[in-house]
């Protein structure tokens, strides 16, 4: 087992926007949900990512989840602040007005809206890394039209950049390309794995930093993280095979994601609606059934023996 690198570890999950009946949003919500990550254990947080449709929210909007939830925090758990844009112009004054507000780290996604070469995938990144160079940047990528960004272009930009400090790659069989990543880097950037956790298993032994799934499983796959790196593989394989299906289902599509996650945290008395802006996903009553039993499992797993036997 690889010892993982120092500075964010473990579990950042990504907290979803809770939104009023009207769609505004609903600042006491991202409260809530601060409060849960913080007497979950996780040592830092997320948003707004994906997870927390940030391709609805204006830019201002974003900023205010930023501050609300940097100001509830209150220094008991790390803000990781999301500040994408496929603009360089629009990340950069983002991401600079959530340092302003307190972030202490800043996360971006490598913009795929059109498929762009590495050379001008390394420029953007590039001058986004200049623009904050006090500050921890989390670089993200999950391309649906083809490879993430190239171990050659990672260790390039750890070179020129010593502000790029960590990395979320969102892709299947990717433990060739993480072992290659951490021996060409030194271990000197914490790889995180995205897609809500869902190969950590095979990821753990090979070092990786951390994962970032969504909010109402991660203080579960915390335990798994902690669990896996501390040896005791059969405890963490019996715990993430009872909350797998819910994952797995559940990213079918990023939408129907927000659904889940909502009615799972709702289930789990965290929040009080499952409202996601439109264009939203409408699951059929087949799939709202199944969510609703795939949430219960994970509800029982908590107050389960096997789960609470686990220190």
């Given at each position: 087992?690889?010892?993982?690198p120092?500075?964010l570890?473990?579990?950042?999950p990504?907290?979803?926007?809770?939104f009023?009946?009207?769609?505004?949003?609903?600042g006491?919500?991202?409260?809530?949900?601060?409060?849960?990550?913080?007497?979950?254990?996780?040592?830092a947080?997320?948003?707004?990512?994906?997870?927390?449709e940030?391709?609805?929210?204006?830019d201002?909007?974003k900023?205010?989840?930023?501050?609300?939830?940097?100001?509830?925090?209150?220094?008991?758990?790390?803000?990781v602040?999301?500040?994408?844009?496929?603009?360089?112009r629009?990340a950069?004054?983002?991401?600079?007005?959530?340092?302003?507000?307190?972030?202490?780290?800043?996360?971006?996604?490598?913009p795929r809206?059109f498929?762009l070469?590495?050379?001008?995938l390394?420029?953007?990144l590039?001058?986004?890394?200049?623009?904050?160079?006090?500050t921890?940047?989390?670089?993200?990528?999950f391309?649906?039209?083809?490879?993430?960004?190239?171990?050659n272009?990672?260790?390039?930009?750890?070179?020129e950049?010593?502000?790029?400090?960590?990395?979320?790659?969102?892709?299947p069989?990717?433990?060739?390309?993480?072992?290659?990543?951490?021996?060409?880097?030194?271990?000197?950037i914490?790889?995180?794995?995205?897609?809500g956790?869902?190969?950590?298993?095979e990821?753990?032994?090979?070092?990786?930093?951390?994962?970032m799934?969504?909010?109402?499983?991660?203080?579960?796959?915390?335990?798994?993280?902690d669990?896996r790196?501390?040896?005791?593989?059969?405890?963490?394989f019996?715990?993430?095979?009872?909350?797998m299906?819910?994952?797995f289902?559940?990213?079918?599509?990023?939408?129907?994601?927000?659904?889940?996650?909502?009615?799972?945290?709702m289930?789990?008395?965290?929040?009080t609606?499952?409202i996601a802006?439109?264009?939203?996903y409408?699951p059929?009553?087949?799939s709202?059934?199944?969510?609703k039993?795939?949430?219960?499992?994970v509800?029982?797993?908590?107050?389960?023996?096997?789960?609470?036997l686990?220190?």
């Amino acid at each position: 087992m690889k010892e993982a690198p120092k500075g964010l570890t473990g579990v950042v999950p990504i907290i979803p926007t809770p939104f009023t009946a009207d769609e505004e949003i609903d600042g006491l919500g991202i409260c809530n949900l601060i409060d849960f990550a913080v007497e979950s254990g996780i040592e830092a947080v997320c948003l707004p990512a994906y997870a927390s449709e940030f391709y609805k929210l204006s830019d201002e909007e974003k900023l205010y989840v930023v501050k609300v939830a940097v100001g509830h925090a209150a220094g008991r758990i790390k803000i990781v602040a999301q500040s994408n844009n496929p603009s360089l112009r629009g990340a950069v004054k983002l991401a600079e007005a959530n340092v302003k507000a307190g972030a202490d780290v800043i996360s971006l996604a490598v913009p795929r809206i059109f498929s762009l070469p590495e050379d001008s995938l390394k420029e953007y990144l590039g001058e986004f890394l200049k623009s904050i160079p006090d500050t921890p940047v989390l670089i993200q990528d999950f391309n649906p039209g083809g490879a993430s960004i190239s171990v050659n272009f990672i260790e390039a930009l750890m070179n020129e950049h010593p502000n790029f400090k960590y990395l979320k790659l969102e892709e299947p069989l990717c433990a060739p390309k993480f072992e290659e990543i951490i021996r060409r880097t030194n271990g000197n950037i914490g790889l995180f794995e995205g897609w809500g956790g869902l190969y950590m298993l095979e990821l753990i032994p090979l070092g990786i930093a951390g994962v970032m799934p969504g909010l109402g499983v991660s203080d579960i796959l915390q335990k798994v993280f902690d669990l896996r790196r501390n040896g005791e593989h059969a405890r963490a394989f019996s715990i993430f095979e009872r909350v797998m299906p819910q994952i797995f289902f559940s990213l079918q599509n990023m939408e129907l994601f927000h659904y889940a996650e909502k009615e799972l945290l709702m289930a789990r008395g965290i929040l009080t609606n499952s409202i996601a802006r439109k264009a939203a996903y409408k699951p059929d009553q087949s799939s709202i059934n199944y969510i609703k039993e795939l949430n219960q499992r994970v509800v029982e797993l908590v107050n389960s023996e096997i789960y609470n036997l686990v220190s």
